[in-house]
């Protein structure tokens, strides 16, 4: 059964810093497009930032650019998110996906639609306190 399980979440002060991670079980996703996404209750998922297979090419919401930062070791198997300098909107579930649609990319453009991802995590809660 493959699986992506978040973990890091927490409550933390505005200001602060956490760093989600993201392992994978039950197949590896090297080669593929990893991402992270949050979602509230009662809205869309909303695109946090993508890496490639080779961590070559990075993309951010706008909204985190300049304070996440997203990596990964496909020796583990693991993709990471480093949040800092945390605001209260950042408060909500995080989700880790993977495209295993497409291997080994090499464009320029990492999705940022969650049709362009066919695995996710059940997710990790962020909470900011102002």
């Known amino acids: 059964q493959v699986q992506l399980v978040e973990s890091g979440g927490g409550l933390v002060q505005a200001g602060g810093s956490l760093r989600l991670s993201c392992a994978a079980s039950g197949r590896t996703f090297s080669s593929n497009t990893m991402g992270w996404f949050r979602q509230a209750p009662g809205k869309e998922r909303e695109f946090v930032a993508a890496?490639?297979?080779?961590?070559?090419?990075?993309s951010y919401a706008d909204s985190v650019k300049g304070r996440f930062t997203i990596s990964r070791d496909n020796a583990k198997n693991t993709v990471y998110l480093q949040m800092n300098s945390l605001k209260p909107e950042d408060t909500t579930n995080y989700h880790c996906?993977?495209?295993?649609?497409?291997?080994?990319?090499?464009?320029?453009?990492?999705?940022?639609?969650?049709?362009?991802?066919?695995?996710w995590g059940q997710g990790t809660q962020v909470t900011v306190s102002s």
């Open positions: 996906a993977a495209n295993s649609r497409v291997a080994y990319y090499s464009g320029t453009y990492l999705s940022s639609d969650p049709e362009g991802y066919d695995y």
């Open positions: 890496i490639s297979w080779n961590s070559g090419r990075r």
